[in-house]
T-cell receptor
Framework: EPEVTQTPSHQVTQMGQEVILRCVPISNHLYFYWYRQILGQKVEFLVSFYNNEISEKSEIFDDQFSVERPDGSNFTLKIRSTKLEDSAMYFC????????????FGQGTRLTVV | AQKVTQAQTEISVVEKEDVTLDCVYETRDTTYYLFWYKQPPSGELVFLIR??????QNEISGRYSWNFQKSTSSFNFTITASQVVDSAVYFC?????????????FGQGTELSVKP
């Protein structure tokens, strides 16, 4: 069964460093998303991406964040200068169409900023 | 504004008991979608069901059933004859229909613990 794959599963980084979280969405999917979940809290929407541009972003997704689809298969989330409060589980998701279809989530990348 | 409320933070049951997880939502959209996801201890999010706002028929899938009531803005999830493997955090989520980029608004989650 096709699945969304995220790497790495766990990343530890020092405050102020840049991190890139990587995702390989399901191959025939057209919509891509990043969500985050601070430990013990709910899953929060960060950004959606379609046709090589951002469709929508939340207030969390400020200038420190960026997304890119550098080739036909990868979808990345970059945090330019990490802060302690960026520590969270980051989920990538993809869907074949838009909100009318279910999004399939990757297993997540746990980011720890020290 | 869209909002999902899962008032039950934690529920603990004994195996074979039935359990209902509540979900109440708010939206101004006339067309929308509701979802349930399961997050087992391993951390991934597993899709369980999607329901559109036009379809108020209840759905049953094995031991799982869902009760959608538009009049009370609720989309409750019942597990019949619970098992230890059902232990997880369950999230209810809402998606608008038009021009919303497909984003999901999640509730706070209900942590279900099923004891043997």
């Amino acid at each position: 069964e096709p699945e969304v794959t995220q790497t790495p599963s766990h990343q530890v980084t020092q405050m102020g460093q840049e991190v890139i979280l990587r995702c390989v969405p399901i191959s025939n999917h057209l919509y891509f998303y990043w969500y985050r979940q601070i430990l013990g809290q709910k899953v929060e929407f960060l950004v959606s991406f379609y046709n090589n541009e951002i469709s929508e972003k939340s207030e969390i997704f400020d200038d420190q964040f960026s997304v890119e689809r550098p080739d036909g298969s990868n979808f990345t989330l970059k945090i330019r200068s990490t802060k302690l409060e960026d520590s969270a589980m980051y989920f990538c998701a993809s869907s074949v169409a838009d909100e009318s279809t279910e999004a399939f989530f990757g297993q997540g990348t746990r980011l720890t900023v020290v | 504004a869209q909002k999902v409320t899962q008032a039950q933070t934690e529920i603990s049951v004994v195996e074979k008991e039935d359990v209902t997880l509540d979900c109440v939502y708010e939206t101004r959209d006339t067309t929308y979608y509701l979802f349930w996801y399961k997050q087992p201890p391993s951390g991934e999010l597993v899709f369980l069901i999607r329901r559109n706002s036009f379809d108020e028929q209840n759905e049953i899938s094995g031991r799982y059933s869902w009760n959608f009531q538009k009049s009370t803005s609720s989309f409750n999830f019942t597990i019949t004859a619970s098992q230890v493997v059902d232990s997880a955090v369950y999230f209810c989520a809402l998606s608008g229909y038009y021009n919303q980029g497909g984003k999901l608004i999640f509730g706070q989650g209900t942590e279900l613990s099923v004891k043997p």
